[in-house]
């Protein structure tokens, strides 16, 4: 597999731009043929995993012999695949920033539709936070690390890229991991562009993941930026946790992570927070204010959580974190005991019973030549 013949500039070209040039030309996604993708994977014989829209395969580019991921798609319809795959092509490929995946390439035919990222080698951040087979244990630092990069990788989809975009899946599995255990985030699949001025979105099916999907997106309000805040929120918990935010095997007060931790937090009870959590003392500043950003990202009102860019800010320990509000209270008000059925939906997020109304955008189908146009799509060839 090469690259198409390299770009020869013209004598007149100084070299400087030519450098400028080179550069731009290896940050566009390559066009894969399907035999080209096979053989990258050795017939896709190591799987790395599998989620709600395909299976991912380890490979080798033959481009440049760097490991790459192969995310062949499937889907209920073609239509489905076309606008995921629309969807991940038209914003990952033309964003790019170190704490976010990077799309290498894809391959659109009809035998195989398939997108190609860079190969995060320690994995997605679920695998070593929860599963009994867990990767290696990360460390406090680390993990504090991990939080800080995450949110700088959001907040450049939120307001730094020239177009806003909104992620809707932010949780454990969609952060990975480099060899440095750097955080990337993942899967912009779900991602819809949406224009600054413009920042309500309409939903128009089912987004995000429940336990991390915030209330407007099971609910009919209106939907911004800030469900991505509230996603964070939830995966921040379960970073201090190192759990998950619903355990059922727990007992009954700490099987919802996040509202225990209000509770110990309301009641000044914060030695026996981190005892539970397993935090050393050495942290207890730290671990106050990610408890602290974490509250305040779960905000019942969007209105009510920060940006994200204040979130690094506060995590990092250069902008005080406020007193957070209750982010439960809705749960409460009206009656003096929990409502169970409100707090079943909030830790579920609504389950499958999503509200939809009228669209922002509307896909149209992929025709590869103007969508390679449009995003400046570079094709390998034999
Ligand atoms: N670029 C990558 N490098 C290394 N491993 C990866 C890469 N992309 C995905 N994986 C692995 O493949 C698994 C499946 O990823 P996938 O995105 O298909 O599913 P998911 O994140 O669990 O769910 P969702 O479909 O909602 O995104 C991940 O959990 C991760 O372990
Ligand atoms: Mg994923």
Redesign the pocket.
Do not use: I, P
């Given at each position: 597999m090469q690259k198409l013949s390299p770009f020869i500039p013209p004598p007149f070209i100084p070299l400087r731009v030519v450098q400028v040039i080179e550069d731009v030309e290896k940050e566009k996604p390559i066009r894969f043929t399907a035999q080209q993708l096979r053989t990258a994977t050795d017939n896709f014989s190591v799987v790395?995993?599998?989620?709600?829209?395909?299976?991912?395969y380890?490979g080798i580019s033959r481009n440049n012999n760097i490991p790459?991921?192969v995310?062949v798609l499937k889907g209920a319809s073609d239509k489905t695949i076309e606008e995921q795959f629309i969807a991940e092509v038209s914003t990952m490929g033309r964003t790019h920033h170190y704490n976010l995946?990077r799309l290498y390439g894809f391959c659109f035919e009809s035998s195989l539709i398939a997108l190609v990222?860079?190969?995060?080698?320690n994995?997605?951040l679920?695998?070593h936070l929860f599963k009994s087979n867990k990767g290696v244990t990360i460390g406090f630092e680390k993990l504090h690390e991990i939080a800080v990069g995450t949110a700088n990788g959001i907040s450049y989809l939120h307001e730094q890229c020239p177009q806003r975009i909104v992620h809707y899946?932010i949780?454990p599995?969609?952060i990975?991991l480099d060899s440095n255990f750097s955080a990337?985030v993942?899967?912009f699949?779900?991602a819809k562009l949406c224009n600054r001025d413009n920042s309500h979105i309409t939903m128009t099916r089912n987004r995000g993941?429940p336990g991390y999907a915030a209330p407007e997106l099971w609910m009919p309000f209106p939907v911004t930026h800030k469900c991505d805040v509230y996603s964070f929120g939830m995966l921040l918990f379960e970073i201090i946790g190192r759990r998950r935010n619903v355990d059922v095997t727990v007992s009954d007060s700490q099987e919802w992570f996040p509202i225990w931790a209000w509770n110990k937090y309301e009641r000044n009870k914060l030695n026996e927070f981190m005892i539970d959590c397993g935090i050393e003392e050495k942290h207890e500043e730290v671990i106050t204010r990610m408890l602290m950003v974490a509250l305040c990202c779960v905000q019942y009102k969007p209105e009510n959580r920060p940006m994200m860019s204040i979130v690094v800010k506060m995590l990092e320990g250069d902008l005080e974190v406020p007193e957070p509000l209750n982010p439960f209270s809705h749960l409460f008000s009206a009656v003096t005991e929990p409502d169970d059925s409100l707090a079943r939906i909030a830790r579920n997020g609504g389950g499958s019973e999503w509200s939809s109304s009228e669209a922002l955008t509307t896909s149209t189908g992929v025709t590869g030549t103007s969508l390679m146009a449009r995003y400046e799509i570079t094709v390998a060839t034999d």
């Open positions: 790395l995993g599998s989620g709600g829209y395909g299976t991912v380890k790459v991921a995310k995946v990222y860079e190969f995060m080698v994995g997605s679920d695998n899946d949780k599995a969609n990975l990337k993942a899967d699949g779900l993941t």
